[in-house]
């Protein structure tokens, strides 16, 4: 028997079942889900064609539009690229917005060329519904635990030494500072927010009730968190890192400057180096009302001169501007945030005693 379509949302995501998401480029640029591929019935103008007739003329004239712009060979490479992927992933499914027109005409398509393929039913719209009630319910049901600590301690390292963990600056693609934009783009809101439901509820769904997180603001990078997980992470417990100001400049020095680097190094070669420049420049212009105009020009100095310089010399050049930001601009602003949050500290202290102490709250083997 073969299968049928569905509006099992849950397994779907349960089981990071891939998906023809036949919705034209620009919805999927919007909003999507992991697993999904954009292999679209119209594209972008063809859409915004069959929209215009459908406003002027009803759907009947769309639709006889549609077929006319989606005709003969155009046709057929289109439902053979939806073929090519339902024969690699024979679990998968299409949907399009709700589940409608789009997706079956896909497979009404597919079906005359020999290869039968579900749907989902609600399509897009309903699936996204679903994460986002979801996402409600299980930042109700978790409980989390958050890593805190200044600036360069090493939170993002705790988390890698765990296994019952969401990592959000991860799924935000950003390292959650003023510099911490990183080379690939942020996903969008909507990706974030599918991704960070899809993620609780696997764990949840594994047995797991506590989570551990990392402290975060409201943004990370461009990226909100959403208002029910910032009031949870209000109120949830602490491990504090505590790590004396010479490690957590190597930790910073590690992230910004030579792992940074080598990022830039690799994906834009001699070019890479002038790239990095810029983008710790403009983070630190982006403090420049905060630190005071007279800081903002020593700090860029210093920033400026320590690229400048000889390779034996660039990184205690670094250390320098460095160690200012942390102690005059992040450690300040450090303790105001944590003067706020209304969760019990359960413990201080270094990175790997942190991490005992983590594994021993989430019974996890060392």
């Known amino acids: 028997m073969g299968?049928?379509?569905?509006?099992?949302?849950?397994?779907?995501?349960?089981?990071?079942?891939?998906?023809?998401?036949?919705?034209?480029?620009?919805?999927?640029?919007?909003?999507?889900?992991?697993?999904?591929?954009?292999?679209?019935?119209?594209?972008?103008?063809e859409r915004h064609a069959v929209g215009i007739r459908y406003k002027e003329a009803g759907q009947d004239a769309a639709i006889t539009l549609g077929e006319e712009l989606v005709a003969g060979e155009l046709r057929e490479r289109r439902i053979a690229g939806w073929c090519e992927f339902a024969r690699a992933n024979p679990q998968g499914f299409v949907y399009c917005f709700r589940g409608g027109l789009r997706s079956r005409t896909a497979q009404q398509w597919m079906r005359e060329a020999g290869v039968e393929y579900p749907l989902v039913l609600g399509g897009y719209k309903a699936m996204r519904q679903f994460l986002l009630e979801e996402l409600t319910t299980s930042v109700s049901r978790a409980d989390f635990l958050l890593v805190a600590g200044k600036t360069g301690t090493g939170k993002t390292r705790v988390l890698e030494a765990l296994r019952s963990?969401?990592?959000?600056?991860?799924?935000?693609?950003?390292?959650?500072?003023?510099?911490?934009?990183?080379l690939d783009p942020q996903p969008t809101q909507i990706n974030f927010e599918n991704t960070l439901s899809i993620e609780l509820m696997r764990l949840l769904d594994a047995g797991v009730e506590r989570i551990v997180l990392e402290d975060e603001g409201r943004l990370i990078?461009?990226?909100?968190?959403?208002?029910?997980?910032?009031?949870?992470m209000q109120i949830s417990?602490?491990?504090?890192?505590?790590e004396p100001v010479e490690e957590r400049i190597e930790v910073i020095l590690d992230d910004y400057v030579r792992d940074l680097g080598q990022r830039y190094r690799l994906a834009h070669g001699e070019a890479g180096r002038a790239l990095h420049r810029r983008q710790l420049l403009d983070g630190l212009a982006r403090l420049q009302k905060r630190l005071g105009g007279a800081r903002h020009t020593e700090l860029s100095e210093q920033m400026q001169s320590a690229f400048e310089a000889p390779e034996s010399v660039a990184e205690d050049l670094h250390r320098r501007w460095i160690e200012t930001l942390l102690t005059e601009y992040y450690d300040p602003m450090y303790e105001y945030q944590m003067s706020r949050r209304e969760g019990a500290v359960l413990a201080r202290g270094g990175r790997a005693e942190i991490i005992a102490r983590a594994r021993e709250l989430l019974g996890e083997a060392s």
């Open 221 to 232: 990078g461009r990226i909100g968190l959403p208002q029910e997980l910032r009031e949870k």
């Open 3 to 45: 299968r049928t379509d569905t509006s099992n949302y849950r397994e779907i995501f349960l089981r990071d079942t891939p998906m023809i998401d036949t919705r034209a480029p620009v919805e999927f640029g919007k909003g999507a889900f992991p697993g999904a591929c954009n292999l679209p019935l119209m594209n972008d103008e």
């Open 165 to 182: 963990v969401v990592d959000l600056e991860h799924l935000a693609v950003h390292r959650g500072s003023t510099f911490g934009h990183l």
């Open 237 to 242: 417990s602490l491990l504090v890192v505590e």
